[in-house]
């Protein structure tokens, strides 16, 4: 596959600081070389990444989340292999290219005439290369755990899995925001309602939808699926506590019932979280920890992804981006 970089034990490696005494994370995941053996490997989950920002960008949002998977990769390598982590359970596949699409894309202006359907279509080309990738770890029998970039990935995810799985999937999506945003040019708002209409889903739940931030246009789009869509605002949950953070999401997973579903997490959705759309008002990160940990916990679960972090400019100041990242991995792996 020539849009997947695969990464060496080498090359992982080369990003761990190692300590006399000390094993670290990055010292015991498993590696491979082609992805045709990876059902040979032991390992449940598989872990990749898409640095990009190109759906952020054909969405007039703010760039930045193609630094993401380094930030995480780093942190994540270097926390401390024990009896408690897991290691052994992770195998780190890479990253999907999307240099070409990045370099064109940097190249528009969002004023431009031709601006939609130009990016739309790059994000298209991505959407291609990311449903590639996790159609091939389902068939392999693993679990994909994604780090985007953008949500406008979180089509190729539905896409694959869809694929993977011989039909369509359910998704639960820790979020601020629909992204049911209507049938335009392809970017980071309108991934699920291309995923429903092209039949990747057969139900979707958004998990902390903000009322103040949803457009009349996306409720109203949302009652076409009224049989297929839940949502329960955050609002609702962490103001009125009716329902509870707990109830709600017990209500979701069973919403989500029998099917496999996929896990999206939006770190939009996080009370000052650097990202794409960061919010003053949003669920804290242990709320975040325990929804996924929660939903991946189920044999139901096909693959979960984590999106639109931003990590600062300033190199110094990125540790905390990439270390909240490498928890949420941790989550999913851990028992």
């Not at 000390?22 to 040979?40: A, P, W």
């Not at 755990?145 to 039909?167: D, W």
Request: charge should be neutral; proline fraction near 3%; include cysteine.
């Amino acid at each position: 596959m020539k849009d997947l970089k695969l990464y060496s034990k080498r090359q992982l490696e080369n990003l761990i600081d190692k300590r006399e005494g000390e094993i670290k994370f990055g010292e015991k995941v498993q590696t491979v070389e082609t992805l045709e053996t990876l059902e040979n490997k032991t390992a449940k989950y598989v872990l990749f990444g898409i640095p990009e920002d190109v759906g952020v960008h054909a969405n007039y949002g703010k760039k930045g989340t193609s630094a993401a998977w380094e930030q995480c990769l780093k942190s994540l390598l270097n926390m401390q292999a024990n009896t408690y982590t897991n290691a052994e359970n992770l195998l780190v596949l890479g990253e999907v290219d999307c240099s070409e699409q990045m370099r064109t894309a940097s190249l528009l202006a969002q004023d431009g005439a031709n601006f939609g359907s130009v990016i739309g279509k790059l994000v298209e080309e991505i959407d291609v290369k990311v449903s590639q990738v996790v159609r091939a770890i389902i068939s392999a029998g693993k679990i994909p755990i994604i780090i985007g970039g953008g949500h406008n990935n979180a089509f190729g995810n539905l896409k694959g899995a869809s694929e993977g799985t011989g039909g369509p999937i359910n998704v639960v999506n820790f979020d601020a925001h629909t992204d049911f945003r209507p049938l335009e040019h392809r970017h980071s708002g309108n991934g699920f309602s291309y995923a429903m209409e092209r039949g990747y889903i057969d139900k979707y739940v958004v998990f902390g939808l903000h009322k103040t931030y949803t457009s009349q246009e996306v409720y109203n789009r949302m009652e076409q699926f009224k049989n297929k869509i839940a949502f329960f605002f955050f609002e609702d949950i962490q103001l009125r506590e009716n329902p509870t953070f707990k109830n709600a999401v017990s209500m979701a997973h069973k919403f989500l019932l029998p099917k496999k579903y996929g896990v999206e997490l939006d770190v939009d959705a996080i009370e000052n979280f650097p990202s794409s759309a960061m919010s003053p008002s949003g669920f804290t990160m242990k709320q975040a920890r325990q929804f996924l940990r929660f939903f991946v916990r189920h044999p139901h679960v096909a693959y979960v992804h984590i999106c639109e972090a931003v990590p600062h400019k300033n190199p110094d100041l990125n540790y905390n981006v990439g270390k909240a990242l490498a928890y949420f991995v941790s989550d999913v792996i851990s028992d």
